[in-house]
């Protein structure tokens, strides 16, 4: 079963600092790749997903996410963070043709004004 | 697009009684349905898989006795916490893929349900 892993549970930041997320997943074949984001009391949102081509992928809000194949990694960046980017951000993984979405444990993102 | 909805957003129940919780695809056909637990400053954690018209697949370590999913319709999926108890206290999240317009492997997330049992 795959697993992920997130690092680094908390973390704050001033605004117009640059963020990046790790995310490391275990699974040896071939996987699809999302981050999601819970903005305080809201739900779930998709940032954005890698199925495959370009590694590199590009979301809303000025996110993005490069998966290297060769670390099992996907993690997420942003150039810039604002105040409402404050959130909890999670990396999830499935096994092409799985169901099943196995979830990091989140990062808890605090941008200060 | 691609709403999901769940009801109620929360609830109070004593111990021993039963709980339902319904999910609902908006505006798209969900063959699929998934349930989740998400305990404070913790992870989601998969508790089941709803299919339309078949039995759910439980993950290990949940309770099928405890924990009835019905998928009754390409957009309703209902889990019931049957005789729940103070530690069944938790915020359940619904998950629903759609399987049209090339974005099978995405799932889209319901607002949540809030679970407290006294």
């Known amino acids: 079963a795959q697993s992920v892993s997130q690092h680094n549970h908390h973390v704050i930041l001033s605004e117009a600092a640059s963020l990046e997320l790790g995310c490391n997943y275990s699974y040896g074949g071939t996987v699809n790749l999302f981050w999601y984001v819970q903005y305080p009391g809201q739900h779930l949102q998709l940032l954005l997903k890698y199925f495959s081509g370009d590694p590199l992928v590009k979301g809303i809000k000025g996110f993005e996410a490069e998966f290297i194949k060769s670390k099992f990694s996907f993690n997420l960046r942003k150039p810039s963070v604002q105040w409402s980017d404050t959130a909890e951000y999670f990396c999830?993984?499935?096994?092409?043709?799985?169901?099943?979405?196995?979830f990091g444990k989140g990062n808890q993102v605090v941008v200060i004004p | 697009g691609a709403v999901v909805s769940q009801h109620p957003s929360w609830v109070i129940c004593k111990s021993g009684t039963s709980v339902k919780i319904e999910c609902r695809s908006l505006?798209?056909?969900?063959?699929?349905m998934f349930w989740y637990r998400q305990f404070p400053k913790q992870s989601l954690m998969l508790m089941a898989t709803?299919?339309?018209?078949?039995?759910?697949?439980?993950e290990q370590g949940v309770e099928k006795d405890k924990f009835l999913i019905n998928h009754a319709s390409l957009t309703l999926s209902t889990l019931t916490v049957t005789s729940a108890h103070p530690e069944d206290s938790s915020f359940y999240i619904c998950?629903?893929?759609?399987?049209?317009?090339?974005?099978?492997?995405?799932?889209?997330f319901g607002p949540g349900t809030r679970l407290t049992v006294t």
């Open positions: 505006d798209f056909q969900a063959t699929t």
């Open positions: 709803s299919n339309e018209g078949s039995k759910a697949t439980y």
């Open positions: 999830a993984v499935n096994a092409r043709g799985n169901n099943r979405l196995a």
């Open positions: 998950s629903a893929r759609d399987l049209g317009g090339g974005r099978s492997y995405e799932q889209y």
